[in-house]
């Protein structure tokens, strides 16, 4: 699994311009699922199964977009001034390096900063591609980069950018890859414009009309020095995050109890996650027409919005074994 | 006959936070029952109830809202034996120190929120409130106990009893929208007693406090032709004594703005002054703060209205409200259903320029 | 990189930029939640020619015009007809009025200016404390919304009540060049839109969407997108133009879009990632043409493509605006050539528009 994930990562798709990711992912579902098709947006949405005794209409959905930085004007000299595509931190950028959906790349940098206890704004950054003046300059206003980062293997941790969300689109290619029988008609979705407000999860349910709705996502943990997520009860290495809640939704108590049940009759470790602030494709799935009971089954992440994020690769795996087990057996929700 | 102080005070005593609202489902549920004609509930958990009309098919649909969800916390980790803790829905943090509360755990839990010496939290906190990811809640429990009967995830709620207050009033928490629960309640036993054509749905909705996915989902169901939020406004009282305040115990709050239907306001306004209840002007700008936001853009746009009870000390577990301003809520609901003729929607709600 | 469509390639054009139905709509006040004097001069407009025309729950009016063609693409277009502006909240002694604001308006552009109260348009002013008053430490401050009233005048507690909308009291009027006008975001786009109403375009079925409350939510957009359920949608609006000087004489980086410098295709903004399809279509269309055309610069903002793109399962979307000055002001300004141009490249791009756009996948 860790090629793909490599492959997934290391391919450049900010939010709104998802095409290489979904084009690397469609080449690895087409043949394990009954149907592929592209929706208005551009989410990929695979079906496999059909729904028999017991078996209900479920959605999972994992992001292909990774957050970026648009082009919003091209100095005299050459230099490209940008905005940003999602949640893009100041301090994450200063010396990082980019690469625009044309192959273009090049490096942030920072203005000298005259009031160094302000967080700069990124109207103070600019992106140097090497060229020396406008005319020369490949790129142009409103041309999409992603962070450039290559994918890094330290045995159990794997590090990367955009493991938000790569390593859950991964996770669900490889459950439909084990998925051997199931009673339930799934729908795999690789949705785009997560990053921007959930944009294409929104449209994408109510394409489907799921009866339950599992987002496949990154959550923070609390195991690092002076986490920004304070005493937050989740850890890397102990297994995928059951999410109770987050900044925007409340998960189905019901779906809750399922996947604990799922978990423990399996063996699988799980942790419980409470996250405050950050939200993912569940919690606009859930207001779809009339209501979707919805859940994400999360994978602990450290560093997210970095071009340096770190997942545990057993947790990867654990969760990859608790969607196949939760998605064979048949779901009853009262 | 359902008698309203008894009938709020056990409501407000059932817990029911926001996506957890089964409890206080169930209590409602039961006095809705004898008064429907089928009772469900809905995929995000809210409940449906539907009191058919005597008019001829096909009927027109009045759906009327109120959010039974609660605002609280939930335990977010466990510290030797202490539970650290976030907030569900808007909690002012400076509200809970010495609060008592009940930890929804493995078992009902009754436990103390508290506000740590200062020698024991950043320096920045000697005279300044302590935000709640500093406060604690103790179960008086020794921690190896703490930790087999709470986890993350598990609910808080508020453990303030209700209190009588002269004049007819009630303090206690959650009478944000409790209170507008047993109002649309008072409507349904009402509405026993008389002839509507309309059909009527009375939703107690689940999630206002935190994603307002009641409001957003129960209308695509059951496609009303006219939705009606009941909520809760702010009364006048130490703090709070500008426009967006009303006197309490003296009428119901009538909702103006973007967010309601204008010939709806003038219905329900001229209705009022008809029937002599006292109401307010409730002018909202923007946005009504209230599920109307949500059932206005349902599908293809519903003609929504609010109304609002006044309600002393928001989202603490002494909000107070008077038992005749819920009484007159009910009373006006009921009246306006009872005169929706089965033409409303085509002579009234699609005129667009008398409506002033 | 899509085909050419198969379009005639002589198209017609509209011969002129209506101002004078400008002028009439700029003038009306029509403020987030109460459009009424809007919709009424929309009606008026539009009811003779229109096929269809249905004002829904919150108060837009949808247009339908049927394509002169079979299985047309269903085009939805979509210009609002509200500005943001002021409620009177409180009423107190000798015609004064508390008000808040509605929609996005910044405190400094609200104080000294005439206004208008309701369709009536009476009267008042927001003044403010005398200088005489003041000190310099206060007049380091904003001065605070809640001391700021709307003056009616000594009688005037008879002539409005609270609940009524006011908007600035401008006058439109045509100054060379430049166009000037309270509310030219969104007036803009309504009177482009009735001009389009009235001369479809005879290849694709014309949704036409004149929106209620864009400026606190797109929530008219919302609605009328999935009661259309169109193939693709176009939002007309006005953005601002902010192509002045730097106080320090630095290269101005940040100026949006430029007056002068034609109607504004938006990639991105805050609201919208722009179908890159539709782009394509707008850019080769205006260049094809030989009309000129600006990139929006990505950034804050958004427009009613905010909550059509995400209806149903879906609509590829894309946003077309005049460059104004001084949005969200009670003066803007736009160049009259730059409508003239935005209602020619709409006209012509929409002619030469089929289904070959949006066959393969958003890439």
Redesign the interface.
């Known amino acids: 699994m860790k090629s793909l994930i490599q492959k997934l990562v290391e391919t450049v798709g900010p939010?709104?311009?998802e095409?290489a990711v979904?084009d690397v992912v469609r080449a690895e579902v087409e043949s394990l699922a009954d149907e592929v098709r592209?929706?208005?947006?551009?989410?990929l949405v695979a079906r496999k199964g059909s729904k028999g005794q017991d078996g209900l209409r479920i959605m999972l959905s994992a992001h292909m977009d990774e957050i970026g930085v648009?082009?919003?004007?091209i100095?005299?000299n050459g230099f490209v001034?940008f905005?940003n595509?999602g949640g893009v931190r100041p301090h994450t950028l200063n010396g990082g390096r980019v690469r625009f959906t044309n192959g273009t790349r090049g490096v942030i940098f920072m203005e000298r900063q005259d009031a160094p206890d302000r967080l700069p704004g990124l109207?103070q950054f600019y992106i140097d591609i090497g060229a020396s003046n406008r005319q020369d300059c490949p790129v142009?206003?409103?041309d999409v980069a992603a962070f450039d980062r290559p994918f890094l293997d330290l045995g159990d941790r794997l590090v990367s950018k955009a493991m938000d969300d790569r390593i859950s689109v991964a996770v669900q290619i490889e459950t439909l890859r084990h998925l051997k029988n199931t009673p339930h008609e799934l729908y795999f979705v690789f949705s785009v414009?997560e990053e921007?407000g959930l944009?294409?999860a929104?449209?994408?349910a109510?394409?489907i009309d799921p009866?339950i709705g599992i987002s496949v996502d990154v959550t923070a943990t609390?195991d690092i020095p002076k986490s920004p997520f304070?005493?937050?009860?989740v850890s890397l290495g102990k297994g995928p995050a059951i999410k109770?809640?987050d900044g925007?939704?409340?998960?189905?108590?019901r779906l809750?109890t399922l996947l604990i049940e799922t978990a423990s009759r399996a063996g699988l470790p799980y942790q419980?996650?409470?996250l405050?602030g950050g939200t993912t494709d569940a919690?606009a799935i859930?207001?779809v027409?009339?209501?979707?009971?919805s859940i994400c089954v999360s994978i602990p992440t450290r560093y997210i919005h970095s071009p340096s994020e770190m997942v545990d690769y057993r947790d990867v795996q654990n969760a990859v074994h608790l969607l196949v087990e939760l998605l064979s057996k048949p779901i009853k929700l009262d | 006959m359902i008698e309203l102080n008894p009938f709020l005070k056990n409501l407000i005593s059932l817990p029911g936070l926001s996506g957890y609202e089964a409890p206080v489902r169930e209590a409602i549920a039961e006095a809705w029952r004898p008064m429907v004609d089928e009772l469900h509930v809905s995929r995000m958990g809210s409940l449906h109830g539907l009191r058919r009309g005597q008019g001829a098919e096909p009927r027109r649909r009045i759906l009327i809202a109120t959010h039974m969800d609660a605002i609280g916390l939930m335990v977010t980790s466990l510290v030797e034996g202490f539970l650290c803790f976030t907030e569900v829905g808007g909690v002012d943090p400076r509200i809970l120190p010495g609060q008592p509360v009940l930890v929804h755990g493995r078992r009902l839990l009754p436990g103390v929120v508290l506000q740590p010496p200062e020698y024991l939290l950043p320096p920045k906190y000697s005279d300044r409130p302590v935000d709640m990811e500093y406060l604690l809640i103790d179960i008086g429990l020794p921690p190896a106990e703490v930790a087999e009967l709470v986890r993350p995830g598990d609910l808080v709620s508020f453990g303030q009893q209700p209190v009588e207050l002269s004049g007819e009033a009630l303090g206690g928490h959650t009478l944000d929208n409790r209170a507008s629960v047993a109002a649309l309640t008072h409507c349904l036993e009402e509405l026993q007693h008389v002839h509507h054509s309309w059909d009527v749905w009375a939703v107690a909705t689940a999630q206002e406090e935190e994603t307002m996915a009641g409001g957003f989902t129960s209308p695509v169901e059951i496609r009303p032709d006219i939705a009606v939020a009941v909520d809760v406004t702010f009364a006048k009282g130490p703090g709070a004594n500008d426009h967006r305040t009303f006197p309490l115990g003296k009428g119901v709050a009538i909702g103006w703005g973007p967010n309601i239907h204008p010939a709806l306001h003038k219905a329900f306004k001229d209705l009022a002054e008809k029937l002599d209840i006292p109401t307010h002007l409730d002018v909202m700008p923007s946005h009504s703060g209230t599920d109307a936001y949500g059932m206005q853009v349902v599908a293809e746009g519903i003609p929504t209205m609010v109304l609002s009870i006044p309600l002393r000390y928001m989202h603490t577990p002494v909000e107070v409200v008077a038992l005749k301003d819920i009484a007159r809520t009910g009373h006006l609901l009921a009246e306006f259903i009872a005169r929706l003729q089965p033409d409303f929607v085509e002579k009234t709600l699609t005129c667009w320029e008398e409506c002033e | 990189m899509t085909e050419k469509s198969s379009a005639p390639s002589q198209v017609s054009s509209l011969d002129t930029a209506p101002v004078d139905l400008l002028e009439k709509l700029s003038n009306a006040v029509g403020v987030s939640g109460d459009e009424s004097e809007v919709r009424n001069i929309v009606l008026e407009q539009v009811k003779p020619c229109a096929e269809q025309v249905k004002i829904d729950a919150l108060g837009s009016v949808l247009v339908t015009r049927q394509a002169k063609v079979e299985n047309p693409l269903r085009v939805m277009l979509a210009a609002h007809m509200d500005e943001v502006g002021f409620m009177l909240v409180n009423k107190e002694e000798g015609g004064l009025f508390g008000f808040e604001r509605v929609g996005g308006l910044d405190v400094r552009q609200v104080v000294g200016k005439p206004v208008w109260v309701g369709k009536k348009h009476i009267p008042g002013v927001i003044g403010a404390r005398p200088i005489h008053f003041t000190n310099a430490e206060e007049r380091s401050h904003i001065i605070p919304l809640d001391t700021l009233r709307i003056d009616l005048g000594p009688g005037g507690g008879d002539l409005a009540k609270v609940g009524d909308r006011a908007t600035f009291a401008t006058n439109f009027e045509q100054v060379g060049p430049t166009l000037r006008g309270k509310a030219l975001d969104d007036r803009l786009g309504v009177a482009t839109l009735i001009e389009l109403v009235k001369n479809p375009p005879p290849n694709i079925e014309l949704l036409a969407a004149f929106t209620v409350q864009e400026e606190i939510g797109a929530r008219g957009a919302r609605v009328a997108a999935h009661a259309f359920n169109p193939d693709m949608a176009i939002a007309i609006d006005a953005t601002p133009a902010n192509d002045l000087p730097a106080w320090d004489e630095t290269e101005n980086a940040r100026y949006n879009t430029r007056l002068g410098a034609g109607p504004a295709i938006y990639i991105s903004d805050a609201g919208t990632l722009s179908d890159p399809r539709l782009v394509r279509w707008l850019v080769e269309n205006a260049e094809e043409a030989g009309i000129p055309y600006q990139i929006r610069q990505p950034g804050s903002g958004g427009t009613d493509a905010g909550a059509i793109h995400r209806q149903r399962a879906g609509v590829p979307s894309i946003s077309l605006s005049v460059p104004v000055r001084g949005a969200h002001t009670a003066i803007l300004q736009a160049r009259l050539e730059d409508w003239k141009n935005l209602l020619a490249l709409l006209y012509t791009a929409l002619q030469r528009l089929d289904r070959k756009w949006l066959e393969l996948e958003r890439r």
């Not at chain 1, 592209?38 to 989410?43: A, E």
């Not at chain 1, 648009?70 to 004007?73: K, L, S, V, Y």
């Not at chain 1, 925007?248 to 108590?253: E, H, Y």
């Not at chain 1, 027409?289 to 009971?293: E, I």
Request: hydrophobic share 30%.
């Open positions: 939010s709104g311009y095409s979904r592209v929706d208005p947006l551009g989410s648009i082009a919003t004007h100095d005299e001034r905005t595509i109207d142009r206003v409103g414009q921007v944009r294409g929104q449209p994408a109510y394409g009866e609390g304070g005493k937050m009860d109770i809640r925007r939704m409340l998960s189905d108590p809750v419980l996650e409470v405050e919690a859930q207001l027409r009339a209501g979707v009971p």
